[in-house]
Structure formats: structure tokens, C-alpha cells
């Protein structure tokens, strides 16, 4: 299928039970520098995934999304896809959840390409197409751009907020109400414990929130699951994953790394710990009224 350049750019049954609960139960009450991005392609005929997701992931995803109401009739989704086994497996969820589900949703991808070194997000095209899902892949010198810009603070961090800015402005651009993100499980302890001890807060990720501007809403469907389900998926399904090539990433072991070990140890001798720690932060997954 041809590239269309945007305005911008020239820029089984118990998991299906879960997850048709999840979209049914809650209906919907509304609808830079050097950048350069394209709507890579707009979805034609679409064909079956090789493997469909596992039973396991369906069920933490259609728990995720009736405990926090993710889904609602009529939303438009947007899934921030970085190109890793987490987001490609969600993008495989949600595809799948979409054939059947007993509420319309529509769902597209955007890419964020930081243009490193070794970072070649243009294979995940046919895999998109072959999906049927739109596609949008934006282009920004961001590691070019920290150098400059950056003062006191990691990479990874402005990272992260230079990709969210940029998400953001897609989903207002092409008129997505909702975000998707990939973090899970694993993620969210990680992100409790560094904040427990760097900022002495208890804090971690929310499961869905409504942004401070008030016109976009967050979702994060995988935050039940855990980071060995997707990266078996992932496998499994062989799953058009690009691999992490960002140098800060490598030249810098990051705290979240640091904390990762330190679970993995303490898990080999409590096998249950991220599932205490799931019941711990409920709390905080949802503060305040939904969005």
C-alpha cells in the first residue's frame, strides 16, 4: 500500500467472556525541530495474526480493563508502539480484542523513531498492514536533541517525555481520544520502589487517567500481566520486535535496571512478590474519580 504523507509531515471462551465485559460494562460519555512523520499506510484487507494471543494475556487485559473501565463504545485509540515485545504484544491484544468485542472501538499505532543508530522501525510496516491497522511513524533527532537541551537529567527520562509530548499531539492531530501504553506489571513495581526510594513517595503508574489538559485519557491494559508473559508471546508468535539499539541505554545501566535485579532475587525466594505488590497498589493505580 502506498505512504500517504499526513498535513504535518508531507509529516478462548472464559478470556473472551472477560474481555466482552470489560468493553460492554462502561459506556462512553464522549467522544518541533526536525520532525518528520508519515501516516505510513491506512488499512486495507487485514489477515489473521500467525498465533493469536494466549488465554493468560486475554484474561489480564480483560481484567485490566473492568477494574478501570479502559474501554469504552465509540473510543478511538492510539497505542504508543516503540517496537519492543510489550507493545507489539498489546497491539496483537487489542487486534484481536477488536474482532469481537460487543463495542466499537478503533484502533491505529504510532511510532516515535528517535533516529539512533541501529533503530529500524520501517519492518514493522507489513506486520501493521497485515493487521489492519493504521500506522503513523514520526521521525525527531531526540537523542541530537538531549545533547543540547537536557540539563541534570537522564536520557531516558527526556526520552520518555519527548516521546509522550509527542503521542499526545498525534492522538489531538488525527483525533484519538484515548492513549494505549505498554507498561506492565514488572514496570509498575519497578517504578513503586524506585519511587519509595529516591523520592520517599508512594507512587507508581496509574491504569488509567485523564491528562492534565483534560482532552486525552491514558490506558494501560497490561498492567496485570508480567513482563515473561509478553516476551513468550513475543516469541512464540515471532512478533516483528526491533531491537533496542538507543547508546545511552547501553553505555549508562539505568536505575530501573538496578531495581529490576533486586526483584528478580527477591522473587526467586517469594514467588509471590508482584502479586503482593499488585494488591499493594491498587490504591494507587486509581487515585481520585475515574476519568
Not at 509529516?11 to 505510513?40: G, I, K
Not at 494475556?57 to 477494574?67: C, E, H, P
Not at 498489546?90 to 472501538?105: D, E
Request: net charge positive; glycine share 6%.
Amino acid at each position: 500500500m502506498p505512504v500517504e504523507p499526513t498535513r504535518r509531515a508531507q509529516s478462548t471462551a472464559a478470556a473472551a467472556r472477560a474481555a466482552n465485559l470489560a468493553l460492554s460494562a462502561h459506556p462512553s460519555s464522549t467522544r518541533p525541530l526536525n520532525c518528520h512523520h508519515m501516516d505510513r499506510y491506512r488499512p486495507g484487507p487485514s489477515s489473521a495474526p500467525s498465533r493469536k494471543p494466549p488465554k493468560s494475556l486475554l484474561r489480564a487485559v480483560g481484567r485490566a480493563i473492568v477494574d478501570h473501565q479502559m474501554i469504552r463504545d465509540g473510543d478511538r485509540i492510539l497505542l504508543g508502539v516503540s517496537g519492543g515485545k510489550d507493545s507489539l504484544s498489546l497491539l496483537a491484544i487489542l487486534a484481536h480484542l477488536r474482532t469481537y468485542a460487543p463495542v466499537r472501538f478503533e484502533l491505529a499505532a504510532a511510532t516515535v523513531d528517535p533516529q539512533v543508530p541501529g533503530f529500524e522501525p520501517a519492518r514493522l510496516a507489513a506486520h501493521m498492514e497485515a493487521l489492519g491497522v493504521r500506522w503513523l511513524l514520526e521521525a525527531q533527532p531526540i537523542l541530537e536533541e538531549a545533547k543540547a537541551r537536557m540539563h541534570g537529567d537522564s536520557f531516558c527520562a527526556y526520552c520518555a517525555r519527548m516521546k509522550r509530548g509527542i503521542l499526545y499531539r498525534l492522538c489531538r492531530e488525527h483525533g484519538y481520544n484515548s492513549l494505549a501504553l505498554a507498561q506492565h506489571l514488572d514496570d509498575l513495581a519497578e517504578s513503586l520502589l524506585m519511587s519509595l526510594f529516591r523520592g520517599g513517595q508512594l507512587r507508581t503508574m496509574k491504569a488509567h487517567y485523564r491528562i492534565d489538559a483534560g482532552d486525552l485519557r491514558v490506558i494501560r491494559p497490561l498492567v496485570y500481566a508480567r513482563e515473561r508473559q509478553t516476551a513468550a508471546y513475543a516469541e512464540s508468535a515471532r512478533l516483528p520486535v526491533v531491537p533496542d539499539s538507543c547508546p545511552a541505554c547501553f553505555d549508562t545501566p539505568t536505575e530501573r535496571e538496578r531495581i529490576k535485579r533486586l526483584l528478580a532475587a527477591e522473587e526467586a525466594e517469594n514467588p509471590q512478590v508482584f502479586q503482593s505488590m499488585l494488591r499493594a497498589m491498587r490504591p494507587l493505580l486509581r487515585e481520585g474519580a475515574l476519568p
